[in-house]
């Protein structure tokens, strides 16, 4: 079993695709483990994306991420950070597939509207990072018919 942060970015809570990236994630049958609303400071966003720090975009990426609201969950299940990759989809709306997130609702690299952990050890750098007061522990009866 497994937790991963996922994160509606501004682009994403603008357009209203709040609801609907929850929805997908629920159906799965992840169970949500932590949520809330958040304008990011530059600091956080800066931690968060430390890995692109000396890319091109960076600049512009930190701009876009404190720009309003984001959407902070935490998503817990068995193998949670790739399921939730694959739903989200390929990095650029253009070549992700219809049926993922990105693929039904992007179209540019920068507004590709959900962020994602990509590994275990990211998983748990940015839920300590978004998540400092800690997620929810709790049983969900439905999951008895999600694992066999
Ligand atoms: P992902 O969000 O799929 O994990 P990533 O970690 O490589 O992608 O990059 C983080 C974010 O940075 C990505 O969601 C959008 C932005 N980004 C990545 N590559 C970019 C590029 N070449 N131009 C502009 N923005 C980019
Ligand atoms: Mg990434």
């Known amino acids: 079993m497994q937790t991963t942060y996922i994160m ?3 682009d994403g809570v603008q357009r209203g695709l ?22 990011p400071g ?7 994306y430390a890995v692109h ?3 091109p975009f960076f600049p512009g990426l930190i701009k876009f991420i404190t720009s309003g609201p984001v959407v ?3 998503w817990h299940g068995k193998d949670a950070i790739s399921v939730a990759r694959n739903l989200i989809g390929p990095t650029n709306g253009r070549e992700a ?3 993922t997130i990105r ?3 992007g179209m540019d690299i920068g507004y ?22 800690g997620i929810n522990d709790w049983k969900q009866d439905s999951q008895s018919w999600v694992y066999e």
Do not use: Y
């Open 8 to 10: 509606v970015k501004p």
């Open 18 to 39: 709040v609801g609907e990236i929850i929805q997908r994630f629920e159906r799965k049958g992840l169970k949500l483990v932590g949520l809330k609303q958040i304008i």
């Open 42 to 48: 530059e600091k956080i966003a800066r931690e968060h």
């Open 53 to 55: 720090s000396e890319r």
């Open 72 to 74: 902070c969950m935490a």
């Open 97 to 99: 597939l219809p049926g």
């Open 103 to 105: 693929g039904d609702f």
């Open 112 to 133: 590709n509207m959900i962020h994602g952990s990509d590994a275990q050890e990211t998983a748990e750098f940015e839920l300590g990072l978004w998540f400092p007061e």
